[in-house]
């Protein structure tokens, strides 16, 4: 009875160490501190990698890019799941989603996770975008019941079916929100006023989705994937400190708890860390940018990971000065975009992994030389 006691016990112990986890303000992975180091492989064939068999298509593709990126001593890549919905998740004519394609999602997201644990690469799986208007997906955000057909048949099996990988670092919900943001709309709840975004290029993508709406579907995304699944870590990956934080006159942290329990009413739809996205405009960057400061700047209670920039769109022109100044200023994490190396304000690989190899060793802010 003890012996079969002690076994569960270990067992137990080794369930919660062998995933990454959050504890304050960092990542621990074995009980070892561990920072995040790696680039974004967003696509291969934009919103088309995943399900109903397309990832044969792009496998060797992948698996290729985890080889390069883990050989210059990256242990992270992000990785777009859905994007826009005109692929995967499957969608019936009155758009609900049908569940239909939600197994070979689970295999095909498996076999990424898989081969990506072999190499000691963790995964973050992003699941939506609004940086440019979604539109097969876009009635998720107003129609409630189409929303719970997605929880209910592709998210919840999904997570199920993954929970035990141990690569898979964490949960995306929605790339760049603040691209459908309006600029002007007054709301007497500051979780849903974006006045103060004036002058900030939010709402790009030419769709204003309402912020309530935006800030429901990752709370109830967020409940959905931890009433499955606990230790789970979900983020949000935001284009930057506007939406994210509170250090700047035009900065308001609308990711916060009370702002994401108060939209859709879930207690545990919440963020477990803020994911950040720093590129300069016309040369420079923002002066409340993670370039220009250390972590400590934003008085965060949830680690903070540089989720994608460019050596192109920095201030210092240098991947291996940008990698540093991440790792040494005390954040959770910093990726890349990206090994794709098409679209708008990429880096080449020849960059990407030239700044990865140049921390590869380092520890001082967490281990990025990791073992899964
Ligand atoms: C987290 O913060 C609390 C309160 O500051 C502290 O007591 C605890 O030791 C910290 N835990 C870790 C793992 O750093
Ligand atoms: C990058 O993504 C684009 C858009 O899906 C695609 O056309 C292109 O082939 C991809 N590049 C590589 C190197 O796979
Ligand atoms: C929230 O998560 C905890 C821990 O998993 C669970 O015990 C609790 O029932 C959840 N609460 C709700 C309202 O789902
Ligand atoms: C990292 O450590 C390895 C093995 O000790 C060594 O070969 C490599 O030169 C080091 N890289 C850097 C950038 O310090």
């Known amino acids: 009875m003890k012996v079969v006691l002690a076994c569960f016990v270990i067992l137990g112990v080794q369930s919660i160490d062998g995933f990454l986890s959050v ?3 960092s990542f621990y992975y074995n009980d070892e501190k561990v920072f995040l180091s790696g680039a974004n492989i967003a696509w ?6 995943f399900g109903s068999g397309a990832y044969n ?20 890549i992000r ?7 005109q692929w995967s998740p499957k969608w019936d004519q009155n758009g609900f989603a049908t569940g239909e394609d939600t197994e070979s999602l689970i295999q095909e997201l498996g076999q990424l996770l898989d081969y990506a644990a072999t190499k000691n690469v963790l995964v ?9 208007t979604p539109q097969p997906m876009l009635h998720l955000y107003t129609q409630e019941d189409r929303l719970q057909s997605y929880l209910d048949r592709v998210l919840k099996p ?9 690569a898979l670092a964490a949960w995306d919900l929605v790339n760049e929100p603040m691209g459908s943001l309006s600029q002007w709309q007054e709301d007497p709840n500051p979780c849903y006023d974006t006045t103060h975004l004036q002058g900030t290029g939010a709402g790009w993508a030419g769709t204003t989705v309402y912020y309530q709406n935006i800030l429901k579907l990752i709370n109830w995304h967020a409940d959905a994937i931890k009433s499955v699944d606990p230790k789970a870590l979900v983020t949000t990956g935001e284009a930057g400190e506007f939406t994210t934080t509170n250090v700047c006159e035009k900065c308001r942290d609308h990711y916060t708890d009370e702002c994401l329990i108060g939209a859709g009413g879930k207690p545990n739809g919440t963020i477990d860390f803020y994911a950040l996205h720093s590129y300069t405009w016309e040369g420079r960057y923002t002066p409340s940018s993670p370039f220009k400061n250390q972590f400590n700047f934003y ?7 540089v989720e994608e920039f460019s050596t192109t769109n920095s201030e210092s022109h240098s991947p291996e000065v940008n ?8 954040y959770g994490g910093i990726l890349d975009w990206q090994y794709n190396e098409s679209g708008k304000w990429v880096d080449n690989k020849h960059d990407i992994f030239a700044g990865i190899s140049s921390i590869r060793n380092l520890t001082s802010n967490g281990k990025i030389d990791i073992k899964l």
């Open 158 to 166: 999904l997570v199920a079916g993954l929970k035990h990988k141990r």
């Open 299 to 305: 008085n965060k209670k949830k680690p903070i990971v």
């Open 323 to 330: 990698y540093r100044h991440i790792y040494e200023g005390g």
């Open 124 to 132: 973050i799986f992003v699941l939506w975008n609004l940086d440019v």
């Open 79 to 85: 990785v777009w799941v859905h994007t826009d919905g």
């Open 57 to 76: 298509q792009v496998r060797p593709r992948f698996e290729y890019a985890i080889d390069e990126i883990s050989n210059a001593g990256g242990n992270v």
């Open 23 to 25: 504890r304050n303000t």
């Open 44 to 49: 291969f064939d934009f919103a088309r990698d």
